[in-house]
């Protein structure tokens, strides 16, 4: 069994360790409103330090709706771009801060546009690409002049495809019509990066996630409709992670390794299209240290090595 991290101090745990898995849902610590500029904080700060959690199978899910919009030619853009930054924040420390993070999980889903990726996970996070650049949702259209007695057969003969018919504009236009609420469900390691690349259990720390509203309703919007203002409203957000329950042996392990007072050193260098804070050096790696009451113990789980 390959080891995520050579650290020949660090017990490894497997699946069979693994007593139980639950989800359990996590409120928003509350919202934060910037006087100068209007935008919306919203905070998770996730102190259940005495249990394993395996974020990079986390989700955050957003309730989302368009108001005033009545059956208007308007809906939100892929992903709704509902936040212009994200931060997380392991022990204090800052280990990943995105801007954009709505297109750097919109760029990292195109790579997995399978069947089963589109009817599932992409659907959840709000993404039917576009086919076309426009707002029309008409599919076909019409050659030349028709009367309004006009026979049938005769305007089949005119119809054709309409190549300017933008279908996921025309889909994400159905789920948001008439101020129809929608919830988008974004996955933690299609947005930062960390949960990605380490798929992992951890506990003994405070972890803390920042999400920045984005300011104008009209980022997060797709419309041909002129001079109309409409508000995106985010009537709810949680977030849902996964808490693992080891079985005796396993948790007797993690207790002697917490007693043997090993400090770890824990880095990670941020991908491109990710801005980090600030870099002790340039090589783009940031450190987090833990002493041994804070450890984070490293679990292997076979499915994801």
């Known amino acids: 069994m390959e080891k995520i991290w050579e650290f020949t101090k660090i017990p490894n745990y497997y699946e069979n360790d693994i007593e139980r898995v639950y989800y359990?849902?996590?409120?928003?610590?509350?919202?934060?409103?910037?006087?100068?500029?209007?935008?919306?904080?919203?905070?998770?700060?996730?102190?259940?330090?005495?249990?394993?959690?395996?974020?990079?199978e986390g989700y955050i899910c957003i309730d989302v709706k368009i108001l005033n919009n009545d059956e208007d030619n308007v809906t939100l853009v892929n992903t709704g771009n509902l936040f212009s930054r994200a931060a997380l924040h392991i022990g204090g420390h800052t280990v990943e801060e995105i801007m954009k993070p709505s297109l750097v999980h919109y760029i990292h889903s195109l790579g997995n546009f399978t069947n089963d990726y589109i009817s599932f996970v992409a659907t959840n996070m709000f993404i039917f690409k576009d086919t076309v650049d426009s707002a029309d949702r008409e599919p076909f259209?019409?050659?030349?002049?028709h009367g309004d007695t006009e026979k049938m057969?005769?305007?089949?003969?005119?119809?054709k495809l309409n190549d300017k018919h933008n279908k996921g504009f025309d889909q994400r236009y159905n789920l948001t019509k008439n101020s129809k609420l929608n919830k988008i469900i974004i996955p933690l390691n299609q947005m930062f990066g960390f949960f990605n690349d380490f798929r992992k259990l951890m506990t003994g720390t405070e972890v803390k996630f920042e999400f920045m509203r984005n300011e104008f309703s009209s980022n997060m919007l797709y419309t041909d409709v002129l001079n109309k203002n409409y508000n995106v409203s985010i009537p709810k957000i949680t977030m849902w992670l996964p808490h693992v329950r080891l079985n005796p042996e396993a948790s007797s392990k993690y207790l002697k390794f917490l007693e043997s007072n090993v400090n770890l050193e824990i880095g990670w260098t941020a991908p491109i299209l990710r801005?980090?804070?600030?870099?002790?050096?340039?090589?783009?790696?940031?450190?987090?240290?833990?002493?041994?009451?804070?450890?984070?113990?490293?679990?292997?789980?076979?499915?994801?090595?």
């Open 141 to 145: 259209t019409f050659v030349g002049n």
């Open 24 to 56: 359990k849902e996590h409120k928003v610590d509350g919202i934060v409103i910037d006087p100068d500029k209007t935008q919306q904080m919203y905070t998770f700060t996730i102190s259940d330090t005495n249990d394993a959690i395996l974020f990079s």
């Open 275 to 305: 801005e980090c804070g600030p870099y002790k050096d340039d090589s783009g790696t940031i450190s987090v240290k833990f002493a041994a009451e804070d450890i984070i113990s490293i679990f292997v789980i076979p499915q994801y090595i």
């Open 153 to 159: 057969p005769s305007l089949i003969k005119k119809m």
